[in-house]
């Protein structure tokens, strides 16, 4: 090793020590919540992404609660952390307009300056826009694209197929249907493109933000490069076509953002426009497909609750003629299949749990939380809880009967709040009608009986959930 080597080396080994030396001695008056930071810069990143890995992040908090209770500080992805867990800590970080939302430092590096990182009047704008382009009067209207993807796609990947594996097909499909609603018509060349590329990003963003060459996160920001040109290419296309007159009536994302741009209802660049398309993707068919996965792998286990879905099913299928699309009336009849999906969100939520960052100084439970710490909160800590869902290991949808039963902030796939999860109806419709046409044409069994799951960062079952399939007809 030459001396500049061995400089280089001593440097990046004693800039992060003295900056943790720092952060002590600067906060030497605050009245800070118990724990270590650990190991400097990494802290518990590596800790904690063990336990999601080997499924044992349930035990980890309880591990981290029972040492040093229910609020304690700690070094997550690149920042200070403080965990709070509980109902009131959800309340507090889901409604305290003092924390911001915020992705960890490699989501926002890899994915820019999308509605995650975005405050005041701009977020307002944001977030009016997305939840406008998703709420329920839109969806409506994206119920008969949703069949049709779904159709298409059962037919091609799980008819005739004696065997299938459904983590990779459920992917795929909510990728299909979110890049359908993204890009419009022109969707199947783009999602050819862009596919590969969306997966490593994900793959990404639990990262520790280090550009070595090589690691997850580099290869997620070379991905999120090639992503971004695909994109932007599409924009400036809508751009000139909406100055041509040519696409008011297409009903894609950039085309509705360029237009209500025009109409002055923001002022995002192309660029910003961009950034939220990408965080859409993402968003948009992680989580889903992660549902869809897990509640076929629960209905396998529990053969009563998909005897009920089946009668649900089955029952909408002879209202209507074998060809004719599931519309919006249909999907609200699915009560019994919907709280199925809320028990599977329950037991194996998506997203494992909420970042914010405090804008200012914050207190909570005489705790100082300094201004730019992160607050983490984790959704099984409430989700598992026995005093507030008994018996929390049994699958039991008849939990969700009485919804309004269940306190307020225990249950918290979607998150809460004002940043609450925009595109819940979305995933509520595109799960329904994907279950629709699996339940009612299949039967399947799990090829490995103990496949287990890990959280890589979202749930994902170790050999991708291959199963036996056999048709059936609805009866
Ligand atoms: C089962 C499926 C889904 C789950 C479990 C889920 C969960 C979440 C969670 C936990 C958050 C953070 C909320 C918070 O911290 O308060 C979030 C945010 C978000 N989700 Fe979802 N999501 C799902 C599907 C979708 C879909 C299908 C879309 C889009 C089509 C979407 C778009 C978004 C957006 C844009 C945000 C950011 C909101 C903001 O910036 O205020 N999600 N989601």
Known sequence: MDSSMLFALLLALFIPILLHLITRRKYSSYNLPPGSFGLPFIGQSISLLRALRSNTDYQWYQGRIKKYGPVSKMWLFGSPTVMMAGPAANHFIFSNTDLLFTGTSSLNLLTGRNTLMLSGEELKQVRSALQNFLCPEMVIK????MDKEVRRHVKLNWVGHKTVKVLPLAKKLTFDIICSVIFGQEACSVRKALAT?????VKAVLSIPVKIPFT???????ASGRIRKVLRGIAHERETLLQQDHGTSSDDFFTYMLASRAEGVHSLTVE??????IFLLIAGYETSSVLITFMLRHLEKEPEVLGKITEEQDEIARSK???????WDDVSRMKYTWKVAMETLRTIPPVFGGFRTASKDIEYHGYHIPKGWLVFTAQPVTHLDANLFPEPSKFNPARFENHSSIPPYCFVPFGGGPRMCPGNEFA????????????????????????????????????????????????
């Not at 994206?142 to 694209?145: D, E, F, G, N």
């Not at 590329?197 to 990003?201: C, K, R």
Request: overall charge negative; charged content about 25%; hydrophobic content about 30%.
């Open 216 to 222: 997850r996160f580099s290869k997620g920001l070379s």
């Open 321 to 327: 003629g074998p060809e004719d699309p599931l519309n």
């Open 197 to 201: 590329d969306v997966q490593t990003l």
């Open 272 to 277: 910003d426009i961009v950034d939220n398309a």
């Open 428 to 475: 509520r419709t595109e799960t329904l009608v994907t279950m629709h046409y699996l339940v009612t044409q299949f039967r399947w069994k799990m090829c490995c009986k103990d496949e287990g799951y890990k959280k890589d960062p979202s749930p994902t079952p170790i050999l991708g959930l291959p199963v036996e399939l056999e048709p059936r007809l609805p009866t």
């Open 142 to 145: 994206y119920v008969c694209k």
